[in-house]
């Protein structure tokens, strides 16, 4: 039977309403947000979002019915990714919206962060920057999402592995340290720590996701090409 203009306009909305619905939890957006950096499995997942293994595998299953996450099994574990970089894109898309409409998104980030936030590097900047051979790219995330995507150039030095391997990283250029974007502390760490040490150093508020959503190269495996940036990667 032929569906009448309001059935078919009710069809569709539903549709779009799966997506909503299995966005509006916080947990499953920092699950999505996990899984942007990196495949995990759930019991990885759950550990890092704080909850319990049970907990995480329900909110992948709302992910998985909404055709938002994929996985696939590893040896003994079940590995969890994004669908694809739309997903991605739609997680950036939502922070930013939400950065834009709720003045409270700010208050929250100034309550933690305070007055004493290290000042971040718009990407653009970064950009120039890394092209010009001006800087050195530090990715202070755990190795494993270095791995699964990370700005081409850049050094893989985990924030908790930063101290012991200064000496990797020359004092003549400044320093920029990036991880998993806006709202992540671990480049917060690492550049008060380098300049505790006498380096001059800056953090990239933007992280992998961001630069995927720009449509910019990003790199994966152990990739560690020193060439510069370039956009270019297409949407």
């Known amino acids: 039977m032929t569906k009448t ?10 549709q779009f309403a799966r997506l909503g619905k299995a966005l509006s939890a916080p947990k499953r957006l920092e699950l999505l947000d996990l899984l942007g950096q ?4 759930v019991e990885a997942l759950g550990d890092q979002a704080g909850i319990s293994v049970a907990n995480a595998s329900q909110h992948l299953q709302v992910l998985r019915a909404a055709r938002l996450v994929e996985a696939e099994r590893k040896g003994l574990y079940i590995e969890y990714r994004l669908a694809d970089d739309e997903v991605g894109r739609c997680f950036v898309g939502l922070r930013r919206l939400a ?19 290290v000042d971040a590097v718009a990407g653009d900047e970064l950009l120039r920057r890394v092209k010009r051979g001006d800087v050195t790219v530090v990715d202070v995330r755990p190795a494993e999402e270095y791995r699964a995507g990370h700005i081409p150039g ?14 990797e990283l020359p004092k003549d250029r400044e320093v920029v340290a990036y991880c998993r974007g806006p709202y992540c502390v671990m480049a917060v760490e690492a550049v008060e720590l380098l300049r505790k040490e006498g ?3 800056q953090r990239m508020e933007e992280g992998v996701l ?7 190269e990003v790199a994966t495996d152990d990739e560690t090409s020193r060439s510069a940036l370039r956009p270019g990667a297409s949407r």
């Open 199 to 201: 380096f001059r150093a």
């Open 38 to 41: 990196a495949p995990r499995t």
């Open 210 to 216: 961001d630069w995927r959503d720009r449509g910019w």
């Open 99 to 117: 950065e834009a409409r709720l003045s409270e998104v700010a208050h929250v980030a100034h309550e933690y962060f305070g007055e004493g936030v």
């Open 5 to 14: 203009h309001r059935q078919f306009k009710d069809s569709i909305y539903e």
């Open 154 to 167: 850049s050094r893989s030095i985990p924030v908790g592995e930063l101290l012991a391997r200064l000496a």
